[in-house]
Every structure is written in structure tokens, then in C-alpha cells.
């Protein structure tokens, strides 16, 4: 009996081990994209803000909870898992750490997924505000937006007008903004020397689309990418100049320009700029200017849901 017994606790232990180097085997890590095996590797060491929305609208790093939502907020399948659902809705929070000091984003990318899920062109529409890095003492811009012009073309069509802005303290104290926009700049390279015949229209609004922007102080371009190509038509309008100082206190607010009903005091929601409605997943802020081949990168990992 005990010599029965010493081989079937020899024959479990080989099961044993036969089960735990099959499932090791099979989690093994999938071949890398661009360098990568997923996007939290990307420009890991400068995110300073991160949103993934599975089932969960705290920011990730900071386990910052929006303190506000207006409208309707929920959740709906993403690009890479879950993604925030807004329909005619808008959601802020306090101010988070990293992304709060005048000095925080001097330099700055900011990715995320969206889909518009065919708001353009329909009545009441015109502009939407997909993010914001909102000071308080704003009329209704912010630091850092990213917005689309969902007004400009019909609800059927492939076409999204992406449209970065930036507000930033000049030396002297004033204000000044600059924005680029997703389309072909048709003004002569000789009156336009930094942008004529330059950007793209970008024809990827039918579904899921990669919006980036990054800024650097040191060039003053202002770059616009969609899907991990640089679409924008006015990338260096030189209108500002240097590294980007906000106004703060500021707050990360999604699907809306600031105004009173989210906490912004004094503020107005324009009526040209309403309530967003569409899908926003994978949120990420980077305090550095992340080259081309790792905003492609974004992209191609986010495609194969990593």
C-alpha cells in the first residue's frame, strides 16, 4: 500500500509539473510591437497622467475620482478594454499633482482613442472638446485641449477635422493661444514658409482614431498626429514661444470647455462648443515630446488592444 501510494504522489507531482509549464508556455509574452509589449510601456518614466476607463473614471497614477460629471457618463467597449461613454456628457477632476503646476507640461504630448460615432454635422452640434487642461480662472479655454471640429463635415462622412489648442503665460504676463488642425494647408510654401503645403485631412472618423499632439517650446511646433501620422496643417503658426507655463490651479475635464455647471466659476459653455457625445479610451499625458515612431507605436499597440 505505501509503495502504491509513494507512485501516484510521484505521478501527481508530474502532472503537476506538466500543467504548470503548460500554462507558463502559454502566457508567454507576445512578440513585441515597435519595441514594446504593450503601451504602458511607451515613455513609461514621463507619464503623468493616465486614463484607461475600465470600468473605473479614476485617473490611474494618481487614483484621483472626478469630483463632477453633467449629462450622460457611462461606460462602452473600447479600444484596449473599456472606454468612457459620453453622450451630451462632460466629467472634471481636482486638480491632479503632476499636471498642475505652471511648469508641469512645458513639453507635453497627450494621445488618446475616440470615436465620434457619427456626431458630425448633426443640429446643435459644431465643435467638441474631447480633453482639456483647464485652469479655473478661465472664460472657457484651457491650458491643453483637444477638440474636433465635428461641424464642418456630414454625418456620414469619413472625414475628422482634429484641432489641438494651447494657452500659455508669455514673459510679459499676457495671454496668448495657438491651435493646428487636421487638414492640407493649400497657402504657397513662399507665403507660408513653415506650413503651406503642408498636413492632410484625416479619413478615419468612421470608427475608432488615435488623436496626438505634442508640443515643444524649444521648435514651437505644435504637432498633430492621427493614427501615428502627422496630419496637421498649420504645425508651426509661431504665434507663441517657448515651453508651455499654465494657469493653475487647473482641472482634467472630458467632453466640455470649462463652464459653472462643472465647477468652473464665471465660466460659460459656449453654444457653438456643446456637450460632447462620443467614445474616449486610453487617455495618456506625457510631460516630454514623444518622437514619431513611438506615437506610431501608440497606435499600432492600441490596434492590437495592447
Same mark, same amino acid.
Request: include cysteine.
Given at each position: 500500500?505505501? @509503495?502504491?501510494?509513494?507512485?501516484?504522489?510521484?505521478?501527481?507531482? #508530474?502532472?503537476?509539473?506538466?500543467?504548470?509549464?503548460?500554462?507558463?508556455? &502559454? *502566457?508567454?509574452?507576445?512578440?513585441?510591437?515597435?519595441?514594446?509589449?504593450?503601451?504602458?510601456?511607451?515613455?513609461? !518614466?514621463?507619464?503623468? #497622467?493616465?486614463?484607461?476607463?475600465?470600468?473605473?473614471?479614476?485617473?490611474?497614477?494618481?487614483?484621483?475620482?472626478? !469630483?463632477?460629471?453633467?449629462?450622460?457618463?457611462?461606460?462602452?467597449?473600447?479600444?484596449?478594454?473599456?472606454?468612457?461613454?459620453?453622450?451630451?456628457?462632460?466629467?472634471?477632476?481636482?486638480?491632479?499633482? @503632476?499636471?498642475?503646476?505652471?511648469?508641469?507640461?512645458?513639453?507635453?504630448?497627450?494621445?488618446?482613442?475616440?470615436?465620434?460615432?457619427?456626431?458630425?454635422?448633426?443640429?446643435?452640434?459644431?465643435?467638441?472638446?474631447? %480633453?482639456?487642461?483647464?485652469?479655473?480662472? !478661465?472664460?472657457?479655454?484651457?491650458?491643453? /485641449?483637444?477638440?474636433?471640429?465635428?461641424?464642418?463635415?456630414?454625418?456620414?462622412?469619413?472625414?475628422?477635422? %482634429? @484641432?489641438?489648442?494651447?494657452?500659455?503665460?508669455?514673459?510679459?504676463?499676457?495671454?496668448?493661444?495657438? +491651435?493646428?488642425? #487636421?487638414?492640407?494647408?493649400?497657402?504657397?510654401? #513662399? &507665403? +507660408?514658409?513653415?506650413?503651406?503645403?503642408?498636413?492632410?485631412? %484625416?479619413?478615419?472618423?468612421?470608427?475608432?482614431?488615435?488623436?496626438?499632439?505634442?508640443?515643444?517650446?524649444?521648435?514651437?511646433?505644435?504637432?498633430?498626429?492621427?493614427?501615428?501620422?502627422?496630419?496637421?496643417?498649420?504645425? @508651426?503658426?509661431?504665434?507663441?514661444?517657448?515651453?508651455?507655463?499654465?494657469?493653475?490651479?487647473?482641472?482634467?475635464?472630458?467632453?466640455?470647455?470649462?463652464? &459653472? *455647471?462643472?465647477?468652473?466659476?464665471?465660466?460659460?459653455?459656449? +453654444?457653438?462648443?456643446?456637450?460632447?457625445?462620443?467614445?474616449?479610451?486610453?487617455?495618456?499625458?506625457?510631460?516630454?515630446?514623444?518622437? /514619431?515612431?513611438?506615437? !506610431?507605436?501608440?497606435?499600432?499597440?492600441?490596434?492590437?488592444?495592447?
Amino acid at each position: 500500500m505505501k @509503495k502504491t501510494m509513494n507512485y501516484l504522489a510521484g505521478g501527481a507531482v #508530474a502532472l503537476a509539473l506538466f500543467t504548470f509549464a503548460g500554462c507558463s508556455k &502559454s *502566457d508567454d509574452a507576445l512578440p513585441a510591437i515597435d519595441g514594446y509589449n504593450n503601451s504602458n510601456e511607451v515613455a513609461s !518614466t514621463n507619464l503623468v #497622467a493616465h486614463w484607461t476607463f475600465d470600468d473605473t473614471n479614476n485617473e490611474r497614477l494618481s487614483t484621483t475620482a472626478p !469630483t463632477k460629471t453633467v449629462g450622460t457618463v457611462g461606460f462602452t467597449a473600447g479600444k484596449i478594454g473599456k472606454a468612457l461613454q459620453l453622450t451630451k456628457g462632460g466629467i472634471v477632476y481636482p486638480a491632479i499633482t @503632476k499636471i498642475n503646476t505652471v511648469n508641469a507640461l512645458n513639453n507635453f504630448t497627450v494621445s488618446l482613442w475616440v470615436n465620434i460615432r457619427g456626431q458630425k454635422g448633426v443640429a446643435g452640434g459644431g465643435f467638441t472638446s474631447l %480633453f482639456g487642461i483647464i485652469p479655473t480662472s !478661465t472664460d472657457f479655454w484651457g491650458n491643453i /485641449q483637444a477638440c474636433v471640429e465635428t461641424g464642418r463635415h456630414l454625418p456620414g462622412s469619413d472625414t475628422l477635422e %482634429f @484641432k489641438n489648442y494651447l494657452n500659455t503665460t508669455m514673459s510679459d504676463g499676457s495671454q496668448r493661444g495657438e +491651435d493646428n488642425v #487636421a487638414l492640407f494647408n493649400t497657402n504657397t510654401v #513662399a &507665403s +507660408d514658409p513653415n506650413n503651406g503645403q503642408t498636413g492632410a485631412y %484625416f479619413k478615419g472618423g468612421k470608427g475608432w482614431a488615435l488623436y496626438t499632439m505634442t508640443w515643444e517650446g524649444s521648435t514651437g511646433l505644435f504637432k498633430l498626429y492621427a493614427n501615428g501620422v502627422d496630419v496637421g496643417g498649420y504645425t @508651426k503658426r509661431g504665434t507663441t514661444a517657448g515651453t508651455l507655463k499654465m494657469r493653475v490651479p487647473a482641472l482634467a475635464v472630458f467632453g466640455s470647455m470649462a463652464s &459653472s *455647471d462643472l465647477g468652473f466659476p464665471g465660466a460659460t459653455r459656449p +453654444d457653438w462648443a456643446p456637450l460632447a457625445t462620443a467614445s474616449i479610451d486610453d487617455v495618456r499625458v506625457y510631460n516630454t515630446v514623444l518622437a /514619431q515612431k513611438d506615437v !506610431t507605436a501608440l497606435y499600432n499597440l492600441g490596434v492590437a488592444g495592447r
